[in-house]
T-cell receptor, first 116, second 113 residues
Framework: DTAVSQTPKYLVTQMGNDKSIKCEQN?????MYWYKQDSKKFLKIMFS???????INETVPNRFSPKSPDKAHLNLHINSLELGDSAVYFC???????????????FGPGTRLTVL | QKEVEQDPGPLSVPEGAIVSLNCTYS??????FMWYRQYSRKGPELLMY????GNKEDGRFTAQVDKSSKYISLFIRDSQPSDSATYLC?????????????FGTGTRLTIIP
């Protein structure tokens, strides 16, 4: 069983379009994240949600809007896509702040977004 | 300057060699240190985790932290072709459950059979 899954795996689209990436975790975790990995493999946090509440919002253009319908899902919607949005987007989850042991983050397989 | 600096490589070594991967960081508030391994076209997976200065060993892997120098290392002994991957160091300010990970830029490692 896949712990953290993302769809789609690949996304190719034109500049100016709006697209969504979906993430689901079946680990029962309270906290979910979105990270962006650029072409040089640099991985940077974008957002974090804990029990559907936004906790971390790094300096990300407001064209990016996360949505968490329940604590097992965290979707990422991107408006007016730009060339610079091309990257691999990773969803991750961790047990959450009430877990007293180390909160390992489990990553999904990534969504490779290409904006033409 | 990035908060966490890591030699991007690529690094190629023969099978059986000892590999040393390193990161330096500027924020002395970082307390928890991790190494993630990322195979091509996959998500990162946690390899090692430590929070105190000194060494932590797990099989062929040893994580070393020197907080006074703001320097962490990962050593791989008896390297295998299956160790070929990108290695990312990461760190957090606390162990609080929703803490963000700050990553290094990753080192791409190839073990030559």
């Amino acid at each position: 069983d896949t712990a953290v899954s993302q769809t789609p795996k690949y996304l190719v689209t034109q500049m100016g379009n709006d697209k969504s990436i979906k993430c689901e975790q079946n680990l029962g975790h309270d906290t979910m994240y979105w990270y962006k990995q650029d072409s040089k493999k640099f991985l940077k946090i974008m957002f974090s949600y804990n029990n559907k509440e936004l906790i971390i919002n790094e300096t990300v253009p407001n064209r990016f809007s996360p949505k968490s319908p329940d604590k097992a899902h965290l979707n990422l919607h991107i408006n007016s896509l730009e060339l610079g949005d091309s990257a691999v987007y990773f969803c991750a989850s961790s047990p959450g702040p009430e877990n007293l042991s180390y909160n390992e983050q489990f990553f999904g397989p990534g969504t490779r977004l290409t904006v033409l | 300057q990035k908060e966490v600096e890591q030699d991007p490589g690529p690094l190629s070594v023969p099978e059986g060699a000892i590999v040393s991967l390193n990161c330096t960081y500027s924020n002395s508030a970082f307390q928890y240190f991790m190494w993630y391994r990322q195979y091509s076209r996959k998500g990162p997976e946690l390899l090692m985790y430590t929070y105190s200065s000194g060494n932590k060993e797990d099989g062929r892997f040893t994580a070393q932290v020197d907080k006074s120098s703001k320097y962490i290392s990962l050593f791989i002994r008896d390297s295998q072709p299956s160790d070929s991957a990108t290695y990312l160091c990461a760190m957090t300010l606390s162990n609080f459950g929703n803490e963000k990970l700050t990553f290094g830029t990753g080192t791409r490692l190839t073990i030559i059979p």
